[in-house]
């Protein structure tokens, strides 16, 4: 068995690049985490902002997807439905993972315009994707790992030269 002291700082540095990512893609892999709400019942719901005292902003109803043991692909959905009768606009954001529904589409919407009433039904694959709209399209983990490789690469760099 080869110690430690006598690989080169090279070598290492490879080995943990390749356990990092292999630990930020793999890892979360089996879980999403969804916003699960309903704006008819759960005014907060309808646009994640915070309007009960002491609550905790856009991240209230974000909770891990249960999902039967046959499920295929596991994702976040938001329906928008719009009620003409009324004039109301509801919200519910959820878990799914009936993904013959997408027609093998990711991060997609459908539209359908019934007697009464609109709505959209969007899927996502990220943690949280079923929020408001965000600015941040990119995976945090992803970004982790893109970040500690120019990190290990800089420091390789500093070592060497």
């Given at each position: 068995?080869?110690?430690?002291?006598?690989?080169?700082?090279?070598?290492?540095l490879s080995f943990t690049v390749i356990i990092t990512l292999i630990g930020c893609f793999v890892l979360s892999a089996n879980a999403i985490r969804c916003h699960q709400c309903n704006s008819h019942l759960d005014e907060d719901?309808?646009?994640?902002?915070?309007?009960?005292?002491?609550?905790?902003?856009?991240?209230?109803?974000l909770d891990d997807c249960q999902v039967p043991d046959d499920a295929t692909r596991v994702f976040c959905r938001k329906t928008v439905t719009n009620i003409i009768v009324n004039s109301e606009k509801r919200i519910v954001r959820?878990?799914?993972w009936r993904a013959e529904d997408l027609r093998g589409r990711n991060d997609t919407c459908m539209t359908a315009d019934n007697e009464g009433f609109f709505e959209e039904i969007c899927a996502c694959f990220t943690d949280g994707c079923n929020s408001a709209p965000s600015?941040?399209?990119?995976?945090?983990n992803v970004l982790m790992a893109f970040g500690l490789s120019i990190l290990m690469i800089i420091s390789s760099a500093v070592r060497s030269g």
């Open positions: 068995m080869v110690s430690l002291t006598k690989l080169s700082s090279a070598t290492v719901c309808n646009s994640l902002r915070l309007t009960v005292p002491r609550g905790v902003r856009d991240d209230q109803y959820s878990c799914g600015s941040m399209g990119v995976q945090t």
